[in-house]
């Protein structure tokens, strides 16, 4: 099993769609989850922490379960800005048990259309 | 503005030449992090430094080296050793607050080996 694995996509949806973004991962010790945004030939930026009571930020809702070692990212209202790569993010226990290192997911590519 | 930089956005070398990469931040973050993406994959660790004068190989050290001489700069170098060494190479840093790693990326270089 991939340590952080996510469905490539593309999704291409309308504006105004609201678009699930799903995430597992492997390492049951992580504690710590974000989804990051990337445009594309730029850097990820931090989108937001995952919490495991969920949490919300405007559009944006992060959820996280970790029994099913499993993470959400639900975009309400989708605009065409919010066309991107969005990547799941993991905290990992490889390094010295250092929890200050994350795994990646390959992202998964969004494209708004008018 | 409190940030990390790069330099430079663009890079070009000849096959077997060293080159150097710069990474400076402002953030006071303790923790630096190289890593290097690939068209349509993930980032991967190259290599990583929780405090000054001390650093840890990543996933794919092999054919780079690194120093951490002051908290605010990182350098990574990309020797002739490197196989493939046409990428784009992202700089982070992180500061662990409250038990949470987000880390913050410098606008990369993208260099190309020919």
């Known amino acids: 099993r991939k340590e952080v694995e996510q469905d490539p996509g593309p999704f291409n949806v309308p504006e105004g769609a609201t678009v699930a973004f799903n995430c597992t991962y492997s390492n049951s010790a992580s504690q710590s989850f974000f989804w990051y945004r990337q445009d594309c030939r730029k850097e990820p930026k931090l989108l937001m922490s995952v919490y495991s009571s969920g949490n919300e930020d405007g559009r944006f809702t992060a959820q996280l379960n970790r029994a099913s070692q499993y993470i959400s990212l639900l975009i309400r209202d989708s605009k065409l800005s919010d066309s991107a790569t969005y990547l799941c993010?993991?905290?990992?226990?490889?390094?010295?048990?250092?929890?200050?290192?994350?795994?990646f997911g390959k992202g998964t590519k969004l494209s708004v259309k008018p | 503005d409190g940030g990390i930089t790069q330099s430079p956005k663009y890079l070009f070398r000849k096959e077997g030449q060293n080159v150097t990469l710069s990474c400076e931040q402002n953030?006071?973050?303790?923790?630096m992090y190289w890593y290097r993406q690939d068209p349509g994959q993930g980032l991967r660790l190259i290599y990583y430094?929780?405090?000054?004068?001390?650093?840890q190989k990543g996933d794919i050290a092999e054919g780079y080296s690194v120093s951490r001489e002051k908290k605010e700069s990182f350098p990574l170098t990309v020797t002739s050793a490197q196989k493939n060494p046409t990428a784009f190479y992202l700089c982070?840093?992180?500061?662990?607050?409250?038990?949470?790693?987000?880390?913050?990326f410098g606008p990369g270089t993208r260099l190309t080996v020919t």
């Open positions: 430094s929780q405090i000054v004068n001390d650093f």
């Open positions: 982070a840093s992180s500061e662990p607050r409250g038990g949470s790693y987000e880390q913050y």
């Open positions: 953030l006071n973050h303790d923790a």
């Open positions: 993010v993991v905290s990992s226990m490889n390094y010295g048990g250092s929890q200050g290192n994350l795994i």
